[in-house]
Antibody, heavy 118, light 110 residues
Framework: QVQLVQSGAEVKKPGASVKVSCRTS????????VSWVRQAPGQGLEWMGW????????KYSQKFQGRVTMTTDTSTSTAYMELRGLRSDDTAVYYC???????????WGQGTLVTVSS | QSVLTQPPSVSAAPGQKVTISCSGS????????VSWYQQLPGTAPKLVIQ???KRPSGIPDRFSGSKSGTSATLDITALQTGDEADYYC???????????FGTGTKVTVL
C-alpha cells in the first residue's frame, strides 16, 4: 500500500535549520508530487509548498519563500524539506503528503514534530 | 490567515446529520475542485472527499460533498462516535498560486 514515512522529532534553537525527510513506497514516486503542510499546536493546516520529482519543479508558498528548500532523491523515493532561520513560531508538526494536481493530498505521512526553543 | 472560512464547531447526536460549510471566493472554491480531510485526535489528516463530491476508496457513503458558487459543503449522515474529529476543506487558489485550507471544524458527537 502507499506509505509515507517521515523522520523523527527534532529540537532546534532559534536561527538554526531543520531538514525533514519523507520516504515513500507503494507507488511510482515520479508520477506524483509531494506537498509539505505544517500544523502549529492547536492550529489549522498550512500549506508550505510542493515539489514534482519528475519535472524537478517546485512551488513555495510566498510565506516561506527564501527560507524553505524542497528536494527529492528519486533513487530512494524520498522527499526532503529544509527550513532555515527557525523561529519559535515555526514550532509545529510538519507533514508530507502525496499530491495530485495540487488539490488532492492522499495519503499523509505520520508527521514530524519540530520544536524551536532556546 | 486562511482564505477559506469554516464554522469552528458543529455537533449532533449519534445517528443524526451534520453539515460543515466552507466559504471562499471566485479564485479558489469558485474556480477549482474541493477536497475534505478528517483529522482524528493526534493523527495525520485523511482524505474523505476529493474533486468536490467523490469519495476515495474505503470512505463510507455517509460522507458526501457538494459545491455551490464560492461555498462547499461536507455532509456526514448517520453520525457515529468515531466521526469525532476536526475536518478541513482544501482547494487551489488561482490568485495566490497556492493550495489553501479552511480554518477547520470540530465535529462533536453528543
Amino acid at each position: 500500500q502507499v506509505q509515507l514515512v517521515q523522520s523523527g522529532a527534532e529540537v532546534k534553537k532559534p536561527g538554526a535549520s531543520v531538514k525533514v525527510s519523507c520516504r515513500t513506497s507503494g507507488y511510482t514516486f515520479t508520477s506524483y508530487g509531494v506537498s509539505w503542510v505544517r500544523q502549529a499546536p492547536g492550529q489549522g493546516l498550512e500549506w508550505m509548498g510542493w515539489i514534482s520529482a519528475y519535472f524537478d519543479n517546485r512551488k513555495y508558498s510566498q510565506k516561506f519563500q527564501g527560507r524553505v528548500t524542497m528536494t527529492t532523491d528519486t533513487s530512494t523515493s524520498t522527499a526532503y524539506m529544509e527550513l532555515r532561520g527557525l523561529r519559535s513560531d515555526d514550532t509545529a508538526v510538519y507533514y508530507c503528503t502525496r499530491d495530485l494536481f495540487s488539490r488532492i493530498f492522499d495519503p499523509w505521512g505520520q508527521g514530524t514534530l519540530v520544536t524551536v526553543s532556546s | 490567515q486562511s482564505v477559506l472560512t469554516q464554522p469552528p464547531s458543529v455537533s449532533a447526536a449519534p445517528g443524526q446529520k451534520v453539515t460543515i460549510s466552507c466559504s471562499g471566493s471566485n479564485s479558489n472554491i469558485g474556480d477549482n475542485y474541493v477536497s475534505w480531510y478528517q483529522q482524528l485526535p493526534g493523527t495525520a489528516p485523511k482524505l474523505v472527499i476529493q474533486d468536490t463530491d467523490k469519495r476515495p476508496s474505503g470512505i463510507p457513503d455517509r460522507f458526501s460533498g457538494s459545491k455551490s458558487g464560492t461555498s462547499a459543503t461536507l455532509d456526514i449522515t448517520a453520525l457515529q462516535t468515531g466521526d469525532e474529529a476536526d475536518y478541513y476543506c482544501g482547494t487551489w487558489d488561482s490568485s495566490l498560486s497556492a493550495s489553501v485550507f479552511g480554518t477547520g471544524t470540530k465535529v462533536t458527537v453528543l
